[in-house]
């Protein structure tokens, strides 16, 4: 069973950090590419960053360029969203998702989902 669980969302003050996790389980890995995405009340789903798993091709929104990375750990199976100089813009239900083959920042080509963390950036 395919299972995408995330973690490590909160409140955060302008200017902080988070870092998300994303731990996957029941495929292999190797084949598929990830993706980050969130969205806010109001709004459509927002393309954050992609990567492939095996070789580590990555892409970022022009918003998030600079200020998100997105890094694996093999070992554990798990993708993390490392968000630094937070601003209230960023404050969003964030998902990650997997998809097979190469990354993409196009949300209707992910098969899988997780079931999404709140990050509220608020003083």
């Known amino acids: 069973q395919v299972q995408l669980v995330e973690s490590g969302g909160g409140l955060v003050q302008p200017g902080g950090s988070l870092r998300l996790s994303c731990t996957a389980s029941g495929f292999i890995l190797d084949y598929y590419a990830f993706g980050w995405f969130r969205q806010a009340p109001g709004r459509e789903r927002e393309f954050v960053g992609t990567i492939t798993w095996s070789g580590g091709n990555r892409d970022y929104a022009d918003s998030i360029k600079g200020r998100f990375t997105i890094f694996q750990d093999t070992d554990k199976n798990t993708m993390y969203l490392q968000m630094n100089s937070l601003e209230p813009e960023d404050t969003a239900v964030y998902y990650c998702?997997?998809?097979?083959?190469?990354?993409?920042?196009?949300?209707?080509?992910?098969?899988?989902w997780g079931q999404g963390t709140q990050v509220t950036v608020s003083s």
């Open positions: 998702a997997a998809k097979p083959g190469t990354w993409s920042i196009d949300a209707k080509r992910y098969h899988y």
